[in-house]
């Protein structure tokens, strides 16, 4: 088996004296990990723990004041309203929700989504269905800010277009009636980061604000903006902090059938769902419906109010999704055949592959090589492919340079996708790695792990989880706390799991013992060291219907 590349452990810098009086009202612990996450005083720490500190006015978004006009003239004049999603988690609960405001306000609204096989973004096929549909005004969501031919080809069908996306934009703004995007330039915006579904929950605040005087009636579609915002993995600080924290409270008392069906088939228990069970459980599901079959049935799911039908898709998206997870494993153990680890770039493309899994796989191989990998699904004309991406290289603007070659492209710094010729499609690859090697050196191309602090295993507090539990919700950029513990002794070490891939463990400290997981680290159990330093996040493990703390191992060394 072929060992994963050993990890840097970067160690934050200790809080200054200064800092740390300004943080004298929480733990040292809590102190340390504000710290790092750039919170230097009371106000910010105030502001941290107090999310409505977050809200912002959603007319401060660039073209919404016009947005919701043209909205409520096609109400009143009863025309008809599309919205097009993406065909993802974030895309799918966009739909949704903007399709049930609209509705309540009273329009005749038809959601799209198109199929995967379709490509990102919008397109012209799409465009002529909903024109003989007699459409005449198409609100995107999550998508349209890099598909400005596609959308003026609707207009001259003389449709109106309200762009809504978070995704950054290209050069080429479409010109469209508004765009809703707080990444253009000219968006005032205070928070760049929502996501797709939080930009349509922002639109739903102002269409309720502009029609009823409250924005407060938006909130009734918290529990789909949580779910969106935790599944695009986009910063869950700042507004989405205060979005998500309000979001899972409404998921854990929602009454939206086929949101309870999909998390009693996840197995979950409804009144305590957090941010791991939504990007480990609920987003995977509705993500797997557009990857291996039609998107339409998550959106069909979660509108639904019939308890049959919710029970049919939940069902049937469960058993999508495992067998997702069986074609994924398939397609990263023939990928790690066939690639060439030293490029800068990893790419493999294949016609054996799942168009719609080559983003897990993209995922993978950038974990376990730590180098940007592209992975494709060569088609008779077009290969369309799922690119993952590392600190030390922006993808999305990699692709913006070869812009000429591509179909059409978009994405962030960190993941983006492209559809391209094929006979374009060797020349693509070249330019991307010319462009690495101006922007990488592989001498320094490890993984890291950010250790928030490095702290005595038995000095631990008994009440640690209490304090961390101030942290949530948890997701990027305010991830969950890890800390480094060194000297530690291994006192049991064995493999667990069907594969025996994960590794169990029981470490001592002094006269302290904890329990520990190190999933896919069983391989250590063939020479596990006696003592270790070990990085870790500390969590609850529920058993026997006791609660234990328990150490979720992140990576370990011999200790020196």
């Known amino acids: 088996m072929q060992l994963p590349i050993e990890k ?4 934050a810098p200790k809080i200054p004296v200064d800092i740390k009086k300004e943080l004298s009202g929480f733990s040292d612990i809590i102190q340390q990990i504000l710290f790092n996450r750039g919170i230097k005083n009371s106000i910010s720490a105030a502001h941290f723990f107090d999310k409505e500190a977050s809200a912002h006015d959603p007319f401060l978004m660039k073209d919404m004041d016009k947005a919701v006009e043209r909205i409520f003239l096609a109400i009143d004049a009863q025309e008809s309203i599309a919205v097009f999603g993406d065909y993802d988690a974030d895309g799918i609960t966009s739909t949704a929700l903007l399709s049930e405001v609209l509705s309540t306000l009273g329009a005749h609204v038809t959601p799209y989504i198109p199929e995967r096989e379709e490509g990102y973004g919008v397109n012209t096929n799409a465009i002529d269905f909903l024109h003989d549909q007699k459409i005449s005004l198409i609100i995107t969501v ?38 809703i995007c707080p990444r253009v330039k000219e968006d005032q915006y205070p928070d760049k980061n929502l996501s797709g579904v939080g930009i349509a929950y922002k639109l739903a605040q102002a269409l309720f604000q502009r029609k ?6 938006a909130d009734e579609w918290l529990d789909l903006v949580a779910i969106g915002t935790v599944a695009d993995v986009v910063p869950l600080l700042g507004e989405n902090r205060l979005i998500v924290t309000k979001g899972l409270t409404a998921i854990r008392f ?39 079959d039609s998107p339409k049935k998550a959106l069909n799911l ?14 049937e998206l469960d058993d999508i999704n495992r067998t997702r997870q069986k074609i994924t494993q398939n397609m990263q153990e023939l990928a790690q055949k066939e690639i060439d680890d030293n490029k800068l770039i990893i790419h493999v493309f294949d016609t054996e592959f799942t168009s719609g899994l080559v983003g897990l796989v993209s995922a993978k191989l950038t974990e376990f090589f730590y180098r940007p990998s592209i992975v494709g699904y060569v088609g008779e004309e077009y290969t369309r492919a799922s690119c993952r991406s590392i600190p030390e290289f922006h993808i999305t603007h990699a692709l913006d340079k070869c812009e000429n070659l591509l179909v059409r492209h978009g994405g962030h710094a960190m993941a983006a996708g492209f559809t391209v010729a094929n006979e374009n499609l060797e020349k693509l690859v070249q330019e991307l790695e010319l462009i690495a090697e101006t922007e990488l050196d592989p001498k ?41 513990s060194r000297g530690v002794d291994v006192k049991t070490a064995r493999t667990v799991g069907k594969d025996e891939n994960h590794l169990k463990l029981r470490l001592r400290d002094r006269h302290t013992e904890f329990d520990a997981i190190a999933f896919n680290q069983g391989y250590w159990a063939k020479e596990m060291p006696t003592r270790i330093d070990v990085v870790y996040s500390i969590e609850r493990n529920h058993y026997n219907g006791n609660i234990y703390k328990q150490l979720r191992v992140k990576d370990l060394k011999p200790s020196t």
């Not at 979660?302 to 069902?315: F, H, R």
């Open 8 to 11: 840097e452990w970067i160690i």
């Open 444 to 484: 320094y191309l490890r993984p890291k792990i950010n250790i928030d602090i490095e702290y005595p295993l038995h000095k631990l507090p008994p009440d640690i989880l209490n304090d961390l539990d101030q942290l949530e919700p948890l997701g990027a950029e305010n991830s969950e706390a890890i800390f480094v």
């Open 254 to 292: 929602s009454k939206r059938v086929g949101l309870k069906s999909l998390i009693a088939v996840a197995g979950f228990d409804q009144r305590k769902i957090n941010t791991l069970d939504i990007s480990f459980g609920i987003a995977p599901r509705l993500n797997a419906a557009g990857r291996l």
């Open 142 to 179: 999550d998508c349209g800010i890099r598909s400005p031919e596609e959308l003026r080809y609707a207009q001259e069908l003389g449709m109106t277009v309200i762009v809504t996306d978070h995704h950054v934009p290209a050069e080429i703004i479409p010109d469209v009636h508004s765009v």
């Open 212 to 217: 009823s005087g409250s924005i407060g009636f």
């Open 302 to 315: 979660l509108l639904t109010k019939d308890m049959n039908e919710a029970g049919l898709l939940s069902q």
